[in-house]
């Protein structure tokens, strides 16, 4: 007699699990649109009048009659200018990014090794500076007289170049792996910097796509080094530049305010807005690419047996 194949009966759906689905989706969606309103009502005031936006506040529906491009006729007077600090923000932001992440890897990886004698005292050397430094202005001096960031690239990359919270992150994160994999390819012959770049990185995709968009959000939003370290225009970052237009047009209201000059209505709330949306604009594409690896979760099972 033939036994007859085993068919698992389809499981259906009740009512209460499709109820709780819809429900689930509903929330989400509500969710990600109330994340969504402020970035839309900035684009929607970046859009609108002045005098309009001051009497009436944010608006929640773009009105024809309150339209005007008045602020992104001024934050791109000087489209060169513009371009010019896009270049070197985008510049800055690829190179610091790559070598932030190699170095937080780097570091995480050799301080996760528990064949590494040393590694509770140098820990303990990069958590003890997120208590302690020393100070602003010995940093300054530092910088500018031994390091010599003025006016360089240096003073734009190599300040936000090692984050500790990112060393963290990569420090627990390959905590995880097992041992037993850079013990096989040292069996094989294989050297540190081998196991490091041929098995550890491939293995540490999200850890990677995690630490890249940290440190590019980092290089990206970055003005504070360039007020430091740059004088030159043509160095000047995009945050750095927009926060220096949007300073004079406020000083030139203030000034004419004080002195009783008739000039020409400057739109500050507007041009905030038009700066938000010029600046961030090319840093949302980012998210795209690393999404994925914040909700993929990561299974390491190289070991069997």
Known sequence: MKAEAYQSPKVKRGKDAVAISVIGYVVIGLFALICLAPFYLIVIASFTDETALI???????????????????????NPTAILHAYGTTIGVTIVGTFLAVLMATMTGYVLSRKDFPWRNQISFFFFFTTLFNGGLVPWYLICIRYM???????????????????????KSFMS??????????????????????????????????????????AYWNDWYNCMLFQTEENMFTLQYYLQRVLGSAEAMRIVAEKSGMALPSIP????????TIIATGPIVLLYPFVQRYFVKGLTIGAVKG
């Open 55 to 77: 009497r009436n506040g944010y608006p929640l529906w773009p009105q024809i009659k309150d339209f005007s491009v008045q602020a992104y006729q001024l934050c791109l007077k």
């Open 148 to 170: 010599h960031f003025k006016n360089t690239y240096l003073g734009l990359i190599l300040p936000l170049m090692f984050s500790v919270w990112n060393m963290i992150i990569a």
């Open 176 to 217: 995880g792996i097992p041992a037993e994999i850079s013990e096989s390819a040292k069996m094989d012959g294989a050297n540190d910097m081998v196991i490091f770049v041929r098995l550890i990185l491939p293995l540490s995709k999200p850890l990677i796509a995690t630490l890249g968009l940290f440190a590019a959000l």
């Open 268 to 275: 500050l709330e507007s041009m905030k807005m038009a700066m």
